[in-house]
């Protein structure tokens, strides 16, 4: 990590440590604990988000800062955190899955761009885009069951919303009312919301980056000294950062018409159309953008924090030489 770079490489792709080189294992157990760290700290955005995205034209509380006072007063600090252990079950059989899939695409997709004779930050952009919507494939099939339920719990007793006796109870009932299909509800558009989301967000990380080293002086034809391991991660989280306010913006609308049809009642089933009706005469097509604000900060403190303890994971798990 402190090695100067070469000649033939900036310092972007010099940062980086591929599949290759981390010691599986050890990757995998240190990255559930860290991951599951950063789950903890974060998951109250999302249930804000989540509430926010589903809530009745006459709720009362319509800001995130209402909604998460009305949490506070009614079910104290466990109340952010409904939903939880489901998050954390499913978490990790999706979160090895993911990174699996984007590591080892990643490495693919490179090769693949790089006859094309292309900018470093374009094959960056590529390369980790093409990633990122593979890993996000790959998850899905995990994650969609998870996010069912998890979001259910979220919103229990909420705006109308039913209320549950657990994640078990959450998943009784939705077999019995929907089948097998009921917790995969959602599914297309949580491929159409999180593959192009993940997508956008790692092919912003990876070109933002490589623009940042540009713009410090790194690049492939200057010798500079290496800077040290805070600029590095200096870097890092500003690219974090950028790629969650990119990706927050373009796939709200989906996130907020998926939410809806995942935690809607066998009784008020609805199609997307109809779904994209109630919001728009609710409140304009601004109803699209229900909870960006949370989204916003939600991926954008994700991606940062993420993306952070990602390198880091990675930066530790290198194997001995």
Known sequence: MDTA??????FGQTTEINWD???KTKFYVVGAGIFTGVTVALYPVSLVKTRLQV???DAVERSAFSLI???LRTDGITGLYRGFGTVITGAIPARIIFLTALETTKVAAFRLVEPFKLSEPTQAALANGIAGMAASLCSQAVFVPVDVVSQRLMVQGYSGHATYNGGLDVVRKVLKADGFR??????????????????VWWASYGSSQRLI???LGHDSVLEKPAPNTWTIVGVQAA???????????????LDTIKTRLQVMGHEKRHTVRQVVKGLVVDDGWKG?????GPRFFSMSAWGTSMILAYEYLKRVCVKDA
């Open 5 to 10: 770079p070469s000649q033939t490489q900036s």
């Open 21 to 23: 080189k981390l010691d």
């Open 55 to 57: 809530a009745s034209n």
């Open 69 to 71: 006072r009305g949490i």
């Open 182 to 199: 009921g917790l995969y509800r959602g599914f297309g558009l949580s491929v159409m919301t999180y593959s192009p989301s993940s997508a």
């Open 213 to 215: 080293w540009s713009f």
């Open 239 to 253: 690219g974090g950062i950028f790629a969650g306010a990119t990706a927050s913006c373009i796939t709200t609308p």
């Open 288 to 292: 699209l953008y229900r909870g960006l």
